[in-house]
């Protein structure tokens, strides 16, 4: 979604606002600006990428220590300079940034009207500060007071931060439903939507909360809720080193995010797992063991590749935890009569935490007295404190748009749960489950030798690169694998992918294969080697082109396949990790090799934190 920063202190805020635009780069958007108090209000904004905003503010000498910048993902009107954030007031001494959506601008902008204001954009961000200046205008308050008297007449998500060229020493914040970090310094202060533009200065940080209203000096903040009730805020220190922002030599971010899996995993799994005891602990949930001890069902909600990994969850919760489970797109949930019983749990996935439509199906499962567990990347967001309870993946930022170590990451976690369910429960054997564990702490292992297949899969991508459709097949917990390379491949090549259950492949997709059409079998279900074959001499038949990834050296596979990618033999609840990184280096290589942006695909960002 969209970036905001901000800066007020004794530094030059220009070269801040810039290097924390870069760092933001990764949320996805079309234009830039920034806003500084320099002998007045100055604002500068272009569409496109940061260099084009760089370029136009050479033009002017910027000393300005109190500023303002955003990175525009568009939702209400198309990407252009005049869209481009900062919007000014009508008198042009406020300034907004602003991430969200107004819900209600419509109706705002036409009351707006009736008294006089003009628009020049299309945006719902410019009514917003044309409803703010319209509260000062009337009330003389100070600026914190008046943006919340305005805040209360607005409906819908915002994180806004606000300057006034007639208080030139004050920054004002807030938020709803959408993230704000405020990073404290030596009477200085950095804003920003997340902890990324701001380690490099501090890692002592605030998270806003919903409905908080901050004013901040150079001397200290003041923090209070739309009620007017004052808040006394919880300093956090972020244990997160600049280079872990830093591609480290890697040509690009998911490269490098990647590669860092086995590390990502074993961190994931790092005080949890105990091969050598034959047991899992996870303390996030222990609080909740004997509720887990007698639920009766499971609902998992999540959003994109997220969901993917619920689906996997599904699959090893149902087999080794032997509870039922129901995987939920958020934002179906939400809007759908659905039922949330007493003994009912609710598992949210979200790699940000502040995924917009899980963060609101969380609340209506609260509504519905469910107890919500967690799973996400980013502590202290807003999915950790809505949720009763939760495991963090630990497996540090991620920059690319299109997500790897974080799905590895919460299969992990999920792959964890279920066996902790499965010891909780007595589901299994003392002497099986110890099994388990123990082929779970090799998994690290097991992903670096996958990786070994790097130049393998580069060398298919050549020959795959041009084509405009894929299919993608799997059984059982290979399907949601399937699912994924198929996302992984369009967001990143831009071609058209579908991932389906292989089984299902004769109830219509069989129809688009032909000579031209790559079709890649996830062949890895030790159980399922007898249906992936027949379904493979069905594609064959058709003169379909055949990529599979196989865990064993499946003869009969490798004498029909057209190309083989081979992954480590390990237990098969494994298996959906290991098959995913092949096809997470496949969608690499063939977007780099049709000259694709790989971590900033076009229309997409990398939390939606707007629905």
């Known amino acids: 979604m ?122 719902d961000t410019e009514v917003l500060i044309h409803l703010i200046e319209e509260v000062q205008r009337r009330t003389n308050f100070d600026l914190a007071e008046v943006v919340r008297i305005a805040l209360s007449q607005v409906t819908g998500a915002y994180a806004i931060l606000i300057i006034d060229e007639d208080s030139p020493n004050r920054l004002i914040a807030a938020r709803k439903g959408s993230p704000l970090v405020i990073g404290v310094g030596q009477q200085e202060y950095f804003i920003a939507s997340d902890a990324a533009p701001l380690i490099a200065y501090t890692k002592n940080m605030i998270y806003l909360k919903d409905n908080e209203v901050a004013s901040i000096t150079y001397d200290g903040l003041n923090i209070f809720n739309l009620n007017n009730i004052p808040q006394f805020p919880y300093i956090q220190e972020l244990e997160l080193e600049i280079e872990v922002l830093e591609k480290g030599g890697y040509e690009h971010f998911m490269l490098k995010e990647i590669y860092e899996q086995p590390r990502s995993i074993y961190d994931c799994m790092r005080g949890r797992l105990y091969p050598e005891q034959g047991r899992i602990a996870l303390g996030g949930i222990a609080t909740y063991d004997e509720m887990l001890k007698t639920i009766d069902r499971i609902v998992i909600i999540s959003c994109g590749t997220s969901w993917h990994a619920g689906l996997i969850g599904e699959y090893l919760i149902e087999k080794y935890g032997r509870i039922p489970v129901e995987v939920e797109y958020a934002s179906e949930f ?40 967690g799973i996400c990347n980013v502590v202290g967001s807003s999915v950790a404190r809505h949720t009763d309870a939760g495991i963090y993946t630990h497996v540090g930022p991620e920059v690319g748009v299109a997500s790897t170590k974080a799905f590895s990451g919460q299969v992990t976690v999920l792959t964890m749960f279920a066996l902790y369910l499965a010891q909780l429960r007595g589901t299994m054997a003392k002497e099986e489950l110890a099994k388990y564990i123990r082929e779970l702490s090799l998994l690290p292992n097991y992903v670096d030798e996958c990786l070994k297949c790097d130049s393998q899969v580069r060398q298919i991508a050549e020959r795959f690169k041009y084509v405009s459709d894929c299919i993608f097949l799997g059984r059982g917990s290979a399907f949601p694998v399937a699912l994924e390379g198929a996302l992984k491949l369009k967001e990143i090549s831009y071609i058209h992918a579908e991932g389906y259950p292989a089984a299902e492949m004769k109830h219509g997709p069989i129809a688009l294969i032909d000579e031209d059409m790559p079709i890649v079998f996830i ?14 001499q069905e594609v064959k038949a058709r003169k379909g082109k055949v990529i599979a990834v196989v ?37 690499y290589h063939v977007a780099l090799l049709r000259g694709c942006n790989v971590d900033q695909p076009r229309n ?7 629905e």
């Open 2 to 123: 969209c970036g905001i920063i901000g800066y007020i202190g004794c530094r030059d805020a220009f070269p801040i606002l810039i290097s924390g635009l870069r760092r933001l780069e990764y949320r996805g958007y079309d234009s830039a600006g920034i806003a500084v108090l320099e002998h007045g209000l100055t604002v500068i904004k272009k569409s496109g990428k940061v260099e084009a905003l760089e370029l136009a503010c050479k033009a002017h000498c910027l000393t300005a220590t109190v500023g303002i910048g955003h990175t525009r993902w568009a939702t209400h009107g198309v990407p252009s300079d005049v869209n481009a954030h900062p919007h000014l007031s009508s008198n042009k001494k406020l300034a907004i940034v602003h991430n969200g959506i107004i819900e209600n601008y419509v109706a705002l902008k036409e009351s707006l009207m009736l008294k006089g204001h003009r628009f020049v954009s299309e945006t």
């Open 334 to 373: 939400r809007y759908r009569e659905s039922i949330i019983r007493k003994n009912d749990l609710v598992i949210a996935i979200s790699q940000s935490g502040e995924t917009a439509d899980t963060l609101a199906a969380i609340d209506l499962a609260k509504e519905m007295g469910g107890i919500i567990f």
């Open 523 to 536: 062949a890895t279900n030790h159980s399922y080697l007898e249906k992936i074959v027949n379904n493979i």
């Open 551 to 587: 865990s064993d050296t499946f003869t009969e596979v490798k004498n029909l396949a057209d190309e083989i990618i081979e992954i480590p033999h390990s237990g098969e609840f494994l298996l959906p990790i290991l098959a995913t990184i092949p096809l997470q280096l496949l969608a």
């Open 604 to 610: 997409l960002a990398k939390s939606v934190t707007v």
